[in-house]
Structure formats: structure tokens, C-alpha cells
Nanobody
Framework: QVNLAESGGGSVAAGGSLTLSCAASDRMYYSHCMSWFRQFPGNDREGLAAIDRDRRTSYVDAVKGRFTISPDSAGNMVYLQMDSLKPEDTAMYYC???????????????WGQGTQVTVSS
């Protein structure tokens, strides 16, 4: 059974940093593309960052230069380092695993339960 579990969300002041963690079962990083998405209330999920097992990465323009996706060496964890946070980054953040290197939600089959990030001005 595939399991993804996010942690590390919370509240932070604008300009601050948070690191989100995604615990993945069965060393999923080595068999799937791993990504981070976020969702604003009433909206679809937005792809933020993706990484494949060759460490190829892709970022949406809104977070490029501020967020960094990375795995651990065992392939069981994927992190999202978020720096220079803005109030508009406030959202629910999700970890996802899929078979294609993409930031499109439709390519991802496995999802965590989400972790809330709130950035105050």
C-alpha cells in the first residue's frame, strides 16, 4: 500500500521559512516522480515543484528561487524548503507521487493528506 504523509506545516511571519517533509513508503522517490502541490480554498491544486529519481527538478514561476525540493538518500523522504514566504503562500500543501515528470495534477495517483501553511503579514 502506498502511503504519503506530510508534516512541517504551521504559521510563520512573512519573510520567514518553513520546511515541509513528505514521508513516502517503499522508497517511492526511486520509482515515482515526487511533487509538491498547494490548494487555495475553492481552487484546484497547483503544482509547485517536482523531482525525479535523476534529481531533475521543475518549479512553477511563483515559487522559483524561493522553494527547493529535495529527497533524502534513502528515497523515503521528500522535502520542500520554503524561504522568503509571503502571505499569498498561505494554503494547504500536498505531497504527491506519479509516473510522469510533470506539475500537472492529473498525472499524480498518490496523495498525502495535506499540511496547512499560514503566512502572516
Amino acid at each position: 500500500q502506498v502511503n504519503l504523509a506530510e508534516s512541517g506545516g504551521g504559521s510563520v511571519a512573512a519573510g520567514g521559512s518553513l520546511t515541509l517533509s513528505c514521508a513516502a513508503s517503499d522508497r517511492m522517490y526511486y520509482s515515482h516522480c515526487m511533487s509538491w502541490f498547494r490548494q487555495f480554498p475553492g481552487n484546484d491544486r497547483e503544482g509547485l515543484a517536482a523531482i525525479d529519481r535523476d534529481r531533475r527538478t521543475s518549479y512553477v514561476d511563483a515559487v522559483k528561487g524561493r522553494f527547493t525540493i529535495s529527497p533524502d538518500s534513502a528515497g523515503n523522504m521528500v522535502y520542500l524548503q520554503m524561504d522568503s514566504l509571503k502571505p499569498e503562500d498561505t494554503a494547504m500543501y500536498y505531497c504527491a507521487a506519479g509516473g510522469l515528470f510533470s506539475l500537472l495534477e492529473s498525472y499524480y495517483s498518490y496523495w498525502g493528506q495535506g499540511t496547512q501553511v499560514t503566512v502572516s503579514s
